[in-house]
């Protein structure tokens, strides 16, 4: 467990992306077997389930050490990490003599899955008898092992390129072989790694192709003719695999998402044998025809995700559908490195063999230059898209995020100006900081909260606003300030989406502080008027409902 | 009326007439240490202990000056004034005020840890104490500085290895000195920033026995500093200044390094938990050891460290002042010590 503490404290301090690759590389050289399978887990995205919630936890600590539960929050909201938190609080183990036993990363995280099921104070003796003979770094790891947390500074891909140059295979076949359903409990790292592995996981999905946004100016790509353009839509990135006479649909995050779009099972047996497609889950407004769909606000998919059970009034309210972009494997065949026309070509004849009201094709955009192409994306919007996509046509389809052959060339956002009115401390880097802002919109003379948004700004802005909100406090609400609304920001955000849940009535897609406006005065900032005009503009066909799923990436007060 | 009132200025003994550590010019100030927060320009008379006295002459020029030995009586107005060590740095003082048998105790900076050269700090019984409370959370369990120095000497041996410099940031005052004593047996040539050099070379003057270190001037050969160390103020840290050094790693002195947070947020290579301020257990032993019927907190956690005191059953309030915001962080420390460098900085012709 050392070794892997020791990783982690690289790769959670480290500044250089080189120094921490060279600590995965090392690990990777002389780690057992078992702690690497785990390790690969770990980074993408296979935790063990949360064995013990974090309530339950820091009580175990707060009894070990005797301290009430108001200084365990201000512990809390100063660190801004709960693993690190109560790894700062307990006490250093008296003496770690060569008797400690020195147990495995695999043997924690293999207890965890076989006391998942037992009383919590079986979990308890587990839990405090471990502490006690770790060191701070493997009780901070430990502690994030157990509450199932595990964000780190380090993606995916830096581990597979570290894991590539240790085991000599290229990364895109290293991607590849981790993928999809695998039990790290159950697999040996040799296995994992193997060829005759990825032959014989029916399920596996192949790592996405993933695009950056365009950097300069579109004529420097060259003749617009070796360009194929297409609507960016905005839900999950997925793919659809039919192999073996079974399903299964894949995220983006690599998450099996088979049961939770009934509306796709019929695909199973439409599809030929051997198909893999990627493409957008994505809500679209029933019923589509001819081909012509109308994508919903991305809420309405979020009424569907992060919930076990879907209710027949949320498949009426937000019916999902499959975007097709790209085909991936072709009678059991991978075609990726064939040019994208071609793929293409395939597609086009699969989608309109099935003809599934739940199954389209991400339409081609026709263009003849870039100017006119510049001129229909002014209109993605009202396309419920987010913007363009272009594609070379030649292009095969690569692993990862690579520049060159995809590119997507967003809209701009929507933006609006808000008074800042209530400040938290943020986490991570910005532990002790206030950095998780809310903003207000102006009705009358009352402010009414519309979001909280915690992007956008430099360090320097952030320990500025920081100052402003430790001298400026109106009131405390546990960890939240109420500050004097002084400072005005304009905040963009992708989209806008009525909301029964939100005091404004409004909820944001992924809103951000774009610009702080020092030259505007709090009286000059926009109004909830305004906001619910831009809900009119761009769309109002769809109502969040009261305490409906999770709050991924929209924001809500 | 209370004998220390907390004026706008700063502490007040009305019956004596004078402040200490005021941030605003008075007449007579009492000064606890020489950092900037705590020493301002600007009064008519500043009383300090012997060692803090060249340290002001260096950051605020010349002024009338006097200075007593630990343990001293002063008598001002009927007032007895007595200056007892602090532990937090070189000269740094408790006052201890006492008039009609009542005694009041202001802390200014202290530690509890003996780091061998700020003086050990002597616990004084008093009726009222008036206590920082920079790292007052639970949180702040500080390493013993052996330990921490080990650290320091390891990652300095692994640099070396790695043919890298080792940059260490440390406040010119105080803690570059304390870093110094493990670093200069090491046996490797220590090289420093102007403003650590101007506060040697003051220290050096009034008899300080200080090991030797080398000045970083635009002539100092690049070549000679690969693989040994640096010791800059956190002002210098990701200036141009550092590009001499390429390549090299930057290992942060400072108690705010305990949490990982910010040892990200200040971009260093490593975080060194080494702090001049008491930790948790440090405070409360200190509070506890006065024997203080009443205790105000100031400068730092104030809120949550007076709460506690109070559920142990020690009277406590808290106090705002300006040696920092409601919770005084690194950055204002950083930023007050960096525009002590700074001044020191445009002092010098070259740095």
């Known amino acids: ?557 | 009326m209370a004998l220390i009132e907390f004026s706008d200025k700063g502490l007040y003994c009305r019956q004596g007439n004078f402040y200490i550590d005021p941030w605003k010019p008075v007449d007579k100030a009492i000064i606890t240490h020489a950092h900037s927060d705590h020493a301002r320009p600007g009064s008519k008379y500043y009383l300090c202990h012997h060692l803090t006295k060249p340290l002001l002459q260096l950051r605020l020029g010349d002024n009338v000056y006097e200075s007593v030995g630990w343990n001293e009586p002063v008598f001002i107005d009927g007032v007895k004034v007595s200056l007892h060590p602090a532990g937090h740095i070189i000269g740094a003082a408790q006052i201890r005020v006492e008039y009609n048998g009542e005694v009041w105790v202001a802390s200014g900076d202290y530690k509890t840890e003996n780091d061998g050269i700020s003086g050990s700090f002597e616990p004084v019984k008093c009726n009222v104490f008036i206590t920082e409370s920079t790292f007052g959370l639970p949180i702040y369990k500080w390493k013993k500085q052996a330990d921490i120095f080990d650290d320091i000497k390891n990652w300095v041996a692994q640099n070396k290895e790695d043919k890298k410099t080792s940059v260490l940031i440390a406040y010119s005052l105080g803690k570059a000195q304390r870093v110094l004593m493990p670093l200069s047996k090491m046996g490797l040539p220590v090289y420093v920033h102007g403003a650590v050099w101007n506060v040697h070379q003051a220290l050096v003057n009034s008899g300080w026995n200080l090991p030797e270190v080398i000045r970083v001037t635009p002539e100092t050969p690049k070549e000679d500093m690969v693989g040994n160390i640096v010791i800059a103020p956190p002002s210098a840290d990701g200036t141009p200044w550092m590009k001499k050094f390429y390549p090299y790693s930057v290992g942060t002195c400072s108690g705010w390094m305990q949490v990982r947070g910010n040892a990200r947020r200040r971009n260093t290579d490593a975080g060194f938990a080494l702090s001049d301020h008491a930790d948790w257990e440090g405070l409360l032993q200190a509070v506890k050891a006065t024997g203080a019927e009443k205790v105000f907190a100031t400068h730092g956690f104030q809120a949550a460290f007076s709460r506690y005191l109070n559920e142990q059953g020690i009277e406590a309030g808290e106090v705002k002042t300006e040696y920092g915001g409601e919770e005084e962080d690194n950055k204002t420390e950083a930023i007050i010590e960096d525009q002590a460098d700074n001044t020191a900085i445009i002092n010098e012709e070259n740095v």
Not at chain 1, 325 to 332: A, I, P, Q, S
Not at chain 1, 383 to 390: A, H, K, P, V
Request: with cysteine.
């Open chain 1, 1 to 557: 467990m050392k070794q892997f503490a020791d990783l982690v404290n690289v790769l959670g301090t480290s500044t250089k992306t080189n120094d921490k690759l060279k600590a995965l590389q090392n690990y990777f050289a002389v780690a057992a077997d078992k702690d690497k399978t785990w390790v690969i887990a770990i980074f993408s995205g296979r935790r063990p389930k949360r064995i013990i919630n974090s309530t339950i936890l820091q009580g175990w600590c707060r009894e070990i050490i005797g301290i009430t539960q108001w200084l365990f929050d201000e512990c809390y909201h100063t660190v801004g990490d709960l693993g690190e938190t109560i790894a700062l609080l307990l006490p250093e183990p008296e003496h770690r003599t060569a008797f400690t036993s020195e147990h495995t990363l695999s043997y924690y995280l293999e207890t965890f899955i076989r006391i998942e099921k037992e009383a919590d104070e079986v979990k308890k003796e587990f839990i405090i008898d471990s502490w006690q003979q770790m060191g701070r770094n493997e009780k901070f790891v430990f502690i994030k092992l157990i509450t199932g947390g595990f964000r780190i500074g380090v993606s995916q891909k830096m581990m597979v390129n570290a894991l590539a140059k240790s085991v000599d295979i290229s990364p895109s076949i290293i991607a590849h072989r981790i993928s999809g359903n695998w039990d790290p409990a159950e697999t040996a790292f040799d296995n994992l790694l193997s060829e005759d592995a990825a032959n014989t996981d029916f399920s596996k999905p192949y790592p996405f192709y993933l695009a950056y946004a365009v950097e300069e100016d579109l004529k420097s790509l060259a003749e617009e003719n070796q360009w194929q353009a297409e609507w960016k839509w905005d839900g999950i990135r997925g793919q659809v695999i039919k192999r073996n006479n079974d399903f299964f649909v894949w995220s983006r995050g690599e998450e099996l998402m088979t049961e939770k779009f009934p509306e796709y099972n019929e695909f199973k047996n439409m599809l030929p044998e051997g198909t893999v497609i990627d493409g957008e889950i994505i809500s679209l407004a029933a019923p589509a025809q001819d081909g012509i769909f109308r994508p919903l606000p991305f809420a309405a998919l979020q009424t569907r995700i992060g919930r076990k059970n879907i209710t027949k009034k949320q498949l009426t309210e937000a019916p999902v559908g499959f975007i097709a972009y790209d085909l991936l494997e072709y009678l059991g065949e991978d075609i990726r490195y064939r040019p994208m026309v071609e793929r293409r070509a395939l597609l086009e004849e699969i989608i309109g063999n099935i003809h599934h009201p739940a199954l389209h094709i991400s339409p081609v955009i026709p263009f003849t230059n870039w100017d006119e192409l510049r001129e229909v994306r002014t209109g993605s919007r009202d396309m419920g898209s987010e913007g363009i996509m272009l594609k070379r046509k030649d292009s095969p389809y690569q692993v990862g995020r690579k520049r060159g052959d995809w590119w997507k060339w967003k809209i701009d956002p929507l933006t609006i100006d808000a008074v800042m009115i209530y400040a938290q401390k943020g986490h991570g880097r910005r532990s002790n900081l206030y950095t998780d802002y809310t903003f207000a919109v102006k009705d009358g003379d009352k402010l009414i909260p519309f979001t909280k948004a915690y992007s956008g700004l430099t360090d320097k802005e952030f320990a500025q606003v920081d100052n402003f909100v430790k001298r400026n406090s109106l009131e405390k609400f546990g960890p939240v300030r109420t500050v004097k609304p002084a400072l005005v920001f304009e905040i963009a955000f992708e989209g806008i989406a009525a909301s029964n849940r939100h005091k404004s009535g409004v909820a944001l897609r992924f809103p951000r502080m774009s610009r702080w406006r020092t030259d505007k005065k709090p009286d000059e900032i926009n109004t909830l008027d305004d906001l619910k005009e831009m809900l009119k503009t761009y769309n109002a066909q769809y109502t969040i409902e009261a305490n409906d799923g999770s709050a991924l990436n929209t924001s809500t007060i």
